[in-house]
Every structure is written in structure tokens, then in C-alpha cells.
């Protein structure tokens, strides 16, 4: 499958503006996790490959999972191994050490872990309570974020800890704001990808919504907090 234009500007969009706003979330997991030469992660949802090039940067053989074509070919152009679905049965020769993934659907989630190995870990991570993430409220309300703990009991998993880490997103102007947040996909369809939103609105409303956070210098920040939960694969 092709990615269209708008599609492929979106991706570069996530790329080049917004991927890095999640550093501190990798960072945080992977400290926790120990991460370090010889072991083996799958990541969903990698989008362009950030989070596994910073694995590979700890001596990590990470494997990403996305499926927008434009993201994987992105993250394809970094010399990444990404999927476009989680592998299935059967298993890789060496089933993974760990299963990341942000926000993940329950299906998708149950489709990769047959892939971990037996005590693996499995860490989700997702939005933290709303009175302490604004970008959330700038778009809108945006999605609820998923009780996690809910998601690790349904997947059969066994609780082994959590925590909340400070990911504020930080952009140099409100234009740049704009084109990060939209190449979230959380701003109800603003790309234009899916025909529900004029995205030339969609850019001046949250423009606009944008400027109680631009600070005197004409750079935007809103803070927010992220909860991570890890789970061992019995």
C-alpha cells in the first residue's frame, strides 16, 4: 500500500515534531527495565522508529510493529525492522523479552504477545489523569485515557509495577504546535486523512486554542504526565 501525500506529510510531521515529546517515557520504562545489550523487544505502534533506535542505543535488537505504511516507511528509512502486524504464530526462533506498546487496543495486544517470552514484560502506557495533561484538553477533551490495570487483568498478565513520568511537549512556534499535535491522529480527524474534518479549520481552531500556552518568545509548552504499567507474561 502506498501512503498518500497528505498521509506521508503527517508522518514527517510525527517524525520531525513530535515523536521526541515521548523521550522521557522511553527513558523512563527502559531505565526500569534494565534494558541493555541482548535483548530482544517488540514495540507497537513504533510510529517512525524513535523508541527503537533509542533501544538499539542501550545494545537492544528491537522490532517495531506499525500500521500506517507511511510511519513504517519512515521508520524502514532509518534501517528499522518494523511490521506491519504483530508476527504470528509461530513464534520467532527467540520469543522477545519485552512488549511496549502506548494506548494499545485490546485485540492488538493479545495478537503480539504470543510472541514474549514466559516472565517477559509487558508495559503499557497511556495518558495520565486529566488535571495534569493538557494536551488533552487543548484538543478537545481528546480520548479517555484506558484504565490500564483493567487491560493487564483481561490480558491474563501479572502486575510487577508502575509509574507516571512528565512528558512535556515543548514546540519552537504555534505553527509548529499545530502540525505536531495534529500528526498525533487525536484531533478528530484533522489531517484530513478520513474526510470527517476541513483541515484548514481544524489548523485555525487549534491555533487558536494553542495561544494560553505561548509563552513571550512565541514557543508553546504543555505539560502533561504519563502512567506506564508493567505486566509479566506467565
Excluded at 519512515?74 to 526462533?93: F, G, I, K, S, T
Excluded at 487491560?151 to 513520568?165: F, H, I, M, Q, T
Amino acid at each position: 500500500m502506498t501512503p498518500t501525500p497528505t498521509a506521508t506529510l503527517v508522518a514527517r510531521d510525527w517524525a520531525e515534531i513530535q515523536e521526541r515529546m515521548l523521550v522521557p517515557l522511553y527513558e523512563a520504562v527502559y531505565d526500569r527495565l534494565e534494558v541493555g545489550p541482548g535483548d530482544r523487544l517488540l514495540d507497537l505502534d513504533c510510529g517512525a522508529g524513535l523508541p527503537l533506535l533509542l533501544a538499539a542505543g542501550r545494545g537492544a535488537v528491537a522490532t517495531g510493529v506499525e500500521a500506517d505504511p507511511a510511519r513504517r516507511a519512515l521508520a524502514r528509512e532509518r534501517l528499522l525492522e518494523v511490521l506491519a502486524a504483530p508476527p504470528q504464530p509461530p513464534a520467532p526462533p527467540r520469543p522477545y523479552d519485552a512488549l511496549l506498546a502506548f494506548s494499545p487496543a485490546p485485540a492488538a495486544l493479545a495478537a503480539a504477545l504470543p510472541a514474549v517470552r514466559r516472565g517477559g514484560a509487558v508495559v503499557l502506557a497511556d495518558w495520565g489523569p486529566a488535571e495534569r495533561c493538557t494536551v488533552p484538553s487543548v484538543l478537545g477533551g481528546g480520548p479517555a485515557p484506558r484504565d490500564l490495570d483493567a487491560l493487564v487483568e483481561r490480558a491474563g498478565l501479572r502486575p510487577d509495577g508502575s509509574g507516571r513520568v512528565f512528558c512535556p511537549f515543548g514546540y519552537a512556534d504555534v505553527d509548529s504546535a499545530v502540525r505536531g499535535l495534529l500528526s498525533t491522529g487525536l484531533y478528530d480527524g484533522a489531517d484530513g486523512t478520513d474526510g470527517t474534518a476541513d483541515p484548514v479549520l481544524a489548523e485555525k481552531e487549534l491555533a487558536e486554542a494553542l495561544h494560553p500556552f505561548e509563552r513571550s518568545d512565541g514557543a508553546v509548552w504543555l505539560p502533561n504526565i504519563f502512567r506506564y504499567v508493567i505486566a509479566r507474561v506467565d
